[in-house]
């Protein structure tokens, strides 16, 4: 992975860039010892690491505008970072640029229940804003399974998910408004505790835009009331296609479950010898299946989910009858990645999304692609909306295994695109999967946007070498191209 | 009159705009022609009608996908969904009868002006639900964004902004949306005589129960008077609306608990199948203020502001009212004509609350002199502008429509010229 060039210029200037920083940010919100540093060297994409510059950590939305003034008009580069969970590199530094940190926009702000709302700083992690709120019987409905840890900031950026996106949507189907300090140091609002913005959607591009657009220093998510029941379904299933087809079969059938995740074989048998939650080791493919809602909805569809997963040749099914034997279901689930972890000594998480029909035939390419490159592989699946992660297991003490692991994770998200899908679902592009944009996107489209790039930040100071595979210059990206001197289609009717 | 170019594909569109953009001719971009008064008026030289680029490309019910040129009519489209039990879950209103045009109106129009009808409350905005298009930018370029599947964040969700801009970026030539589900089962539980407060605090109320309510109304009386569904034209009454949806015995259930909660406030009735469909359709398709001229305002605000702010507003202009979403969506028609359309009074109302209020039906004239969509602050105006050069550099596209500025661009930005002529 190629990071742009480090401007040695900038580098050289170190010291001065540190000394006006302390002047914005006093006290000990500048950091600029190596030891301090390391600590900001990488996020969740471990395999990536470089030192940044210098990292700030501002306290107040006025520091935040202080610095990105500063960074614009001496040309300093700046990598937003929230808690640092990215699992696509998007907190990854620069060399030449500075790591602004919001872990210190740590507080809620606000929390708004007739309006069914919760504003929040942007360092406050996804899962306070749920205990913010639990207790008067709400919550926060995305939950990318770093909750504990990730910042609701970091999740609007990343446009995160989690197991409930089918019924629930994405991290920008939750928002209603943001605070916005742009790279010319201005604090712009968009949204509020209202419904859809007047304008054009500057919050929805914003979301999911990565730290490529602005530094994200207020958040106002909405809150739902939590559904008085939840049972949850574990199905077991002789093949993969089987699974798959049960899956269809309920949506189908008219139903949203909550939650519908899928896990092969080799990820069963790793979280059961992990959490012991009682999974069925005798089957090809497990689904769970989430309910949620009211008690007589669930009830009534558990019993139809039930005779679905029968037509459709489960093997087994059990439906949870406590609270703790639901969770006891998930228990495997929401261990997988850990329970991956104890039996290869580094695993790469992939993150494709494909058409779900199409689900056989990437697993069978996985698993073909597997035994030619000699890793192993564990599959676990948002069945509901196709996201695929598959987990390639490799040791990165064996010298040229970790590119290996890189080179068959591109084949698989490359599959994906060529299967009608994606390259990422919930996790980004950052700098994973930066230079596989072109498998999905013209040179056309990357332009185009980039032009939007380009109305944030003209001199692409912010977190630049995620995302786009090529930068442009925006003055050659504004240009318009027009075709000189004669009419260049003359059988058009003229107006 | 401008003529109009009907392009069959999407190279003609391409075409059509390419040489608009080589003439400096701008276009008004037109697909069923139902909502061009939406907005400020068009000065453009020609117009870009898309009613030829039409038909379902694919949908694939088990993926929840549906792909469309974007001439499509919308009947066309939710006829194929119903077939497959399936639905736009934004549900989108049909405004002809509120802006007096006929036609038919198509996905295109819908996804461009963001419309979304009651269930938006729950299910989130017509541009929730736009997973991927492809589009012609004011450069002449064809450029592909998003995906085809529901699931995806790869780049910038670019669709979030075509959707909503009122073709002022980029011609849609195809859209590929995501589908749900339609509810088995609709019922909707009204509570008779409260005001406007009494209301939204009901209302609130039934949002916070576990309920999974799908809609939430209020209609004053005088506007309840006006509503084809007789138990609430009859009731004499302010009628409080609150809908569930989707199985049968949670229908029930959920609906038993409604009634009790909110009996306790006044007396209630159900509405079943038909009868809750009307409603709803009546209150997103604003059947209320359906026939005529005048102005009508559309409120986004923070619900539990609204009673505070219409009382604001009815202080100054006589008007009518009703609202949706909750409450938080309000629909008002000054009585009397103001001279600005009761623009000052209105936005003044809601300065505080955050929300924006948009000029939804106003003559010609009125939409020339004040502004439809809410004035933004200057850096978050000019960020926007850029955003549109970074599309349509020579405004070329639907220019003037989101803007009360409509002298032409005559001269283009840094221009590349290439070729030796022809």
């Known amino acids: 992975m190629q990071m742009p060039e480090p401007d040695s210029a900038v580098i050289a200037r170190r010291g001065d860039i540190v000394a006006a920083l302390r002047r914005i940010v006093p006290g000990e919100g500048v950091i600029a010892e190596e030891t301090a540093l390391r600590a900001y060297e990488c996020d969740g994409l471990t395999a990536y690491r470089q030192l940044p510059l210098i990292v700030v950590l501002p306290e107040t939305v006025d520091q935040v505008a202080r610095v990105l003034r500063y960074c614009r008009e001496h040309g300093v580069k700046i990598v937003p970072r929230g808690a640092g969970t990215s699992l696509s590199g998007g907190a990854l530094p620069l060399a030449d640029g500075i790591t602004l940190g919001l872990g210190k926009f740590n507080r809620i702000l606000e929390i708004d229940y007739p309006n069914r709302c919760v504003v929040a700083q942007p360092g406050v992690t996804n899962l306070a804003l749920t205990q913010a709120v639990e207790a008067d019987g709400f919550y926060y409905a995305p939950d990318p399974s770093s909750q504990i840890a990730c910042t609701i900031g970091g999740n609007v950026a990343e446009n995160s998910g989690g197991v409930h996106c089918l019924k629930y949507g994405l991290t920008t189907n939750n928002l209603l408004g943001l605070e916005l300090v742009t790279m010319e140091g201005e604090i712009i609002r968009l949204g509020g505790n209202h419904l859809d913005s007047g304008g054009y959607d500057l919050m929805g591009v914003v979301t999911g835009s990565e730290g490529l657009l602005g530094v994200i220093t207020e958040v106002t998510v909405r809150i739902l009331t939590k559904p008085p029941s939840l049972r949850a379904l574990l199905v077991g299933f002789g093949s993969s296609e089987e699974a798959g087809a049960c899956v269809s079969a309920i949506i189908a059938a008219g139903i949203v479950p909550g939650g519908m995740e899928m896990m092969d074989r080799a990820a069963i048998h790793a979280v059961e010898d992990f959490v012991h939650a009682g999974y069925p080791l005798d089957v090809e493919a497990l689904l769970i299946v989430e309910l949620d809602g009211p008690e007589a909805e669930v009830d009534h569809l558990v019993d139809r989910v039930r005779d679905i997963a029968s037509e459709n040749g489960a093997v087994s099914v059990r439906a949870s009858e406590s609270e703790e034997q639901r969770l006891l279901f998930w228990a495997g689930r929401k261990a997988a990645f850990p329970a991956v972890g104890r039996i290869s000594p580094d695993y790469y998480c992939m993150d494709g999304t494909i058409p779900r029909h199409r689900l056989p035939d990437i697993l069978s390419r996985i698993s073909e692609a597997s035994q030619r490159y000699g890793l192993g592989v564990a599959n676990v699946f948002h069945a509901g909306d196709g996201n695929l992660h598959p987990l390639i297991l490799y040791d990165a003490n064996r010298p040229g295994e970790l590119e290996k692991a890189e080179e068959f994770g591109a084949e698989i998200l490359t599959l994906c695109v060529e299967m009608g899908g994606v390259l990422t679902g919930e996790h980004g592009v950052g700098v994973e999967k930066r230079d596989l944009m072109g498998t999905m996107f013209s040179e056309i489209d990357l332009k185009q946007q980039q032009r939007l790039k380009c109305a944030f930040d003209p001199a692409l100071l912010l977190n630049p070498g995620k995302v786009f595979p090529t930068l442009h210059r925006c003055a050659e990206l504004g240009r318009v191209h027009i075709h000189g001197g004669e009419t260049r289609f003359p059988d058009l009717p003229r107006f | ?422």
């Open chain 2, 1 to 422: 009159m401008a003529d109009t170019i009907q392009p069959a594909d999407e190279k003609g569109v391409q075409d059509a705009v390419a040489a608009a953009l080589s003439d400096a001719m701008p276009l008004e971009i037109v697909g069923g022609g139902t909502k061009r008064t939406l907005g400020h008026p068009v000065s453009a030289s020609g117009i870009l009608s898309l009613s030829a680029l039409s038909g379902i490309v694919s949908y694939e019910p088990e993926e929840l996908v549906i792909t469309v040129r974007p001439g499509t009519t919308l009947e066309e489209v939710e006829a194929a969904l119903a077939d497959r039990n399936q639905c736009f879950a934004f549900e989108p209103p049909d405004w002809r009868g509120l802006l007096g045009s006929d036609g038919r109106q198509t996905v295109g129009g819908v996804v461009a002006t963001n419309q979304s009808g009651p269930r938006r409350l729950r299910a989130g905005a017509a541009r929730d639900h736009v997973l991927g298009a492809r589009i012609v930018t004011g450069r002449a370029e064809t450029v592909k964004i998003g995906g085809k599947v529901v699931k995806n964040v790869t780049g910038y969700d670019l669709c979030k902004l075509i959707a909503g801009s009122y073709g002022t970026l980029a011609v849609m030539t195809e859209i590929t949306l995501k589908t749900l589900p339609a509810g088995e089962k609709t019922r909707t539980v009204l509570l008779f005589g409260q005001d406007h407060a009494a209301a939204q605090a009901a209302m609130t109320e039934a949002l916070h129960s576990p309920n999974d309510i799908s809609a939430a109304a209020y209609v004053p009386e005088a506007i309840a008077g006006r509503s084809g569904v007789g138990y609430v034209a009859n009731s004499n009454a302010a009628v409080t609306a609150v809908r569930v949806e989707g199985p049968e015995p949670s229908v029930a259930a959920r609906c038993a608990a409604l009634r009790d909660l909110l009996g306790r406030h006044g007396d209630v009735e159900e509405l079943h199948f038909h009868n809750s469909r009307k409603f709803w359709a009546e209150a997103g398709d604003v059947s209320a203020f359906a026939d005529g001229s005048d102005p009508v305002w559309r409120l986004s605000i923070p619900p539990a502001s609204a009673p505070g702010t219409v009382a604001r507003i009815a202080a100054d202009i006589d008007c009518d009212f009703f609202a949706d979403w909750g409450g938080g969506l309000v629909w008002l028609k000054p009585r009397g004509a103001a001279e600005d359309a009761g623009a000052s009074t209105v936005r003044n109302a809601i300065a505080d609350t955050g929300g924006h209020a948009t000029l939804i039906r106003a003559s010609e004239e009125l939409r020339r002199q004040v502004p439809v969509f809410q004035p933004q602050p200057a850096a978050l105006g000019a960020l926007s502008a850029r955003i549109r050069d970074g599309y349509d550099p020579a405004h070329i596209l639907n220019p003037g429509r989101m803007s009360l500025q409509t002298t032409l661009q005559t001269t283009l930005p840094t221009t590349v010229r290439t070729g030796e002529g022809g």
